[in-house]
């Protein structure tokens, strides 16, 4: 029980990760890589799988978990058309995952429009509200600070006079 409380509070604040920083100039210009690659930057697991499927650098060990090393120059044919038929099968199963990675970008732009949308509507709305409070408090004020106004200017005006005779 505990465990699955822990481990749906850490899936909820990695969306909302995805959610708050989805607005950032790197992953609106990058498109979907860079977008992934937040995602990557928030989730260690995920970049330890992408750094597992990367291929051995050149003269040095292979990287880990990648699969060994074969016979340099190639098999029989056979083993060439499954070789093909694996790569074109990955080659589908990656334009599967990233058209679904689309979809749930465009879904997480089209989430945060509304999102945004919804809080410029009832900022607009406050804004209007509180202007119309503040005025409403201070305009009947505005005749009394007039009649107080002249009525310094008439005493003003007398003193002065009072004090030239």
């Known amino acids: 029980m505990v465990n699955s409380y822990n481990q ?7 969306v909302l990760k995805l959610l708050i920083y989805f607005d950032t100039y ?23 799988a992408v750094a597992a499927a990367a291929p051995a650098p050149p003269g ?10 074969g016979d340099a120059k ?3 044919a056979g083993s060439k058309a499954e070789q093909a038929d694996k790569n074109e099968a990955n080659e589908e199963k990656k334009d599967k995952e990233n058209k679904t990675k689309n979809r749930m970008l465009a ?5 945060t429009n509304l999102i945004m949308g919804i809080l410029k509507w009832f900022a607009k709305g406050f804004i209007k509200f509180s202007s119309m409070m503040v005025f409403a408090a201070t305009f009947p004020i505005i005749p009394f600070f ?3 106004a002249g009525m310094y200017g008439i005493i003003k005006y007398f003193m002065y006079k009072l004090r030239r005779l």
């Open 26 to 48: 790197e992953i609106q210009s990058g498109g979907a890589g860079a977008a992934l690659g937040a995602a990557a930057k928030m989730a260690p697991g995920a970049a330890g």
């Open 8 to 14: 749906i509070c850490k899936d909820l604040i990695y």
């Open 146 to 148: 007039a009649v107080m």
């Open 107 to 111: 879904i997480f732009n089209w989430i």
């Open 60 to 69: 040095g060990a292979p990287a880990a978990g990648a699969p060994p090393a």
């Open 74 to 76: 190639g098999g029989d």
